[in-house]
């Protein structure tokens, strides 16, 4: 007898999880399967990294409709030994055809119409960094006990054995079974055999069993012959044929490129926070620095407005806030104020940083104190802001994409010898584009339709470009080094949702500074989204309708709901499968024993999701 299924109201009672310790590492991730590919990893003599590409692929796996070898990674690691913080950076680039002219031909965008690329276009389709981006991180980072073929093996035997769907993957699955049946002729690679079934196939439905080799036979060949089992041959091939027969312009030279250029290492940008009165455990500084990855990833966003906010509370503009103010409305409003203005500039200015193919990004004038105080002079703690415009950081005016529920996964590993890494692999949008390359088990990503079709954007769509990405990983150390090199590890963390991450990440730190909550309490409460600022009209300009909406999670005190009301904010408060609006996050925190000083790993895994956080 098969299980019963799962209640239509999801949560339908509060969740109480404890935060899980470890000496020995740690897995916070959304699938418990996957989880076990990195555990089995860590047993076997791997470090941070060589476990983080096991969940990865695990997760490709068992949580196909949020992510894939398809899409694209970032990733931020702590080196414990070094005490070095390092970013990695494992987006595609559009193809070399992909002009800005050839593809509005192609979508049929008329001439004085800006246009956008749709989600389920071919057109949305980018050169896939996932495959380079595992096998770099491994290259990089990992301990080098360990082969690709070692590490994505726990993945492979999931995929050629069968493994149960669990329950909101089941969930999402559904819904995106549709979609998967319109975008190519190679859907039932992705569907469960059901005679019954329309095609004989269909989404698997939760606790049912699903094997997916066609996805293990791309990890075979993957950890066979490293990057060029992804970028050249059969999976090239197929993946090159049928985004042509689709009418798309990627080609085998585009793969090559990729193939050759490999994932970049960048530098993280990073934010020093000693706001709030909060404190860390260490002799030293008090506070703590946030590091993101740089652009073309949002992550400058959270920076943004953590130091708006710190402007806001040194001049006296908000309150030093207390345990007892977390999720109050006057809270909330100087949160949701610093995100609108910080989000404004993003919507701007991140694009892919290589001058070669752009304007560049002003990130060190974007995050300078004097621009940050420039902008928080906009902040009223009487109202909510108007519409916003960017500013200029270049020239010292601070004159002033739209709301997204993306699906992403968001894990982080942390091993024995006190490495972490915090890892972010996506699709964008659900399945991405669902099509599927022939003989290939995964879907394209959509993160295309993330580039401008306006000729003056920062980020307009051109050859080989980057676009703006809203997958962002998270990493905090304490300010206590001496200033040559980062402070000991606070720890890594990320909420995943298209461009709910950086809204994520303040709230979720905060909880902890401020409200004095442990990494599983500051994942469990609850949260807000706003529209992220991006304009939502048809012609792309900085005049059109704008979602001033404050999304709040049902779970939020009713005198916090009033309270942003009286402020003058649009307020929606979000209830059932609709609260996946405010991702799903994990958090890995460095803590010490309090007699001893052992250090210990204590860890939180959001109740939104499907995983927890499991000890190795």
């Known amino acids: 007898m098969s299980l019963p299924p799962p209640s239509a109201e999801w949560m339908k009672w509060p969740s109480r999880r404890s935060v899980v310790h470890s000496t020995k590492g740690m897995v916070a991730c959304t699938q418990p399967l996957a989880a076990k590919c990195g555990i089995d990893i860590l047993n076997a003599g791997g470090n941070a990294a060589d476990a983080a590409v096991a969940v990865a692929a695990g997760l490709n796996m068992t949580e196909p409709c949020s992510t894939g070898i398809g899409g694209d990674m970032f990733c931020l690691y702590y080196d414990a030994a070094k005490g070095a913080v390092s970013a990695l950076n494992g987006s595609g680039r559009a193809g070399a055809q992909c002009t800005l002219d ?105 606790g049912e069993i699903i094997w997916l080799p066609q996805l293990a036979q791309t990890f075979r060949a993957l950890g066979a012959e490293g990057k060029r089992g992804f970028y050249t041959g059969r999976v090239a091939a197929e993946l090159v044929k049928v985004c042509g027969d689709l009418g798309g312009h990627l080609t085998l030279a585009d793969l090559q490129h990729h193939l050759d250029t490999g994932s970049e290492a960048v530098a993280p940008i990073s934010l020093k926070f000693c706001g709030q009165k909060q404190a860390n455990d260490n002799d030293g500084e008090s506070g703590v620095e946030l590091w993101e990855h740089p652009p073309n990833g949002q992550g400058i966003v959270a920076l943004m407005a953590l130091g708006i906010l710190e402007e806001l509370e ?168 001496d200033g040559t090199k980062p402070g000991s590890l606070h720890s890594v963390f990320g909420v995943m949702g298209g461009f709910m991450q950086p809204q994520g990440h303040v709230q979720v730190l905060l909880g902890q500074l401020v409200g004095g909550l442990s990494p599983q309490q500051a994942l469990d409460a609850p949260r807000v989204c706003i529209g992220a600022g991006m304009p939502e009209d048809d012609d792309g300009g900085d005049d059109g309708e704008y979602d001033r909406t404050v999304y709040v999670e049902e779970a939020m005190p009713a005198a916090t709901v009033d309270g942003l009301r009286a402020l003058g904010h649009r307020v929606q408060v979000v209830t059932g499968h609709g609260r996946a609006l405010f991702g799903r996050g994990q958090i890995i925190r460095r803590t010490r024993d309090g007699v001893t000083g052992v250090g210990l790993w204590s860890a939180g895994s959001d109740m939104r999701g499907d995983g927890a956080a499991y000890p190795a």
């Open 102 to 206: 050839t593809v509005r031909r192609s979508l049929g965008v008329p001439d004085g119409v800006v246009g956008k690329i749709p989600m389920s276009s071919v057109h949305a389709v980018t050169v896939p960094g996932a495959a380079a981006g595992w096998v770099d991180t491994v290259d990089r980072f990992g301990s080098g006990r360990l082969s690709l073929a070692q590490i994505l093996a726990p993945a492979i035997e999931l995929g050629e054995t069968g493994f149960p769907v669990s329950e909101l993957t089941a969930y999402f699955w559904q819904r995106g079974e549709a979609s998967i049946r319109r975008a190519s002729p190679n859907f039932a690679e992705m569907l469960k055999g059901d005679p019954a079934a329309p095609g004989g196939v269909r989404a698997p439905r939760a």
């Open 314 to 481: 040194a001049r006296g503009a908000i309150a030093t806030f207390g345990p007892a103010d977390h999720n109050s409305a006057p809270y909330l409003h100087a949160v949701v104020e610093a995100l609108r203005i910080a989000f404004a500039d993003a919507s701007w200015f991140v694009t892919d940083a290589d001058p070669a193919v752009g304007p560049g990004v002003p990130t060190a004038e974007l995050l300078s104190r004097a621009y940050l105080a420039a902008r928080a002079r906009l902040f009223d703690a009487t109202r909510a802001s108007d519409i916003l415009r960017h500013g200029d950081p270049t020239s010292g005016s601070f004159a002033s994409p739209a709301l997204s529920s993306s699906d992403t996964v968001y894990f982080c590993v942390a091993d024995a010898a006190g490495n972490a890494i915090s890892f972010i692999n996506s699709n964008y949008g659900g399945f991405g584009t669902a099509i599927i390359p022939a003989g290939c088990g995964f879907t394209l990503q959509n993160r295309g339709a993330n580039f401008s079709l306006r000729a003056d954007h920062p980020n307009v769509l051109a050859p080989r470009k980057r676009p703006y990405h809203t997958i962002i990983p998270g990493l905090v150390t304490n300010l206590d080094g």
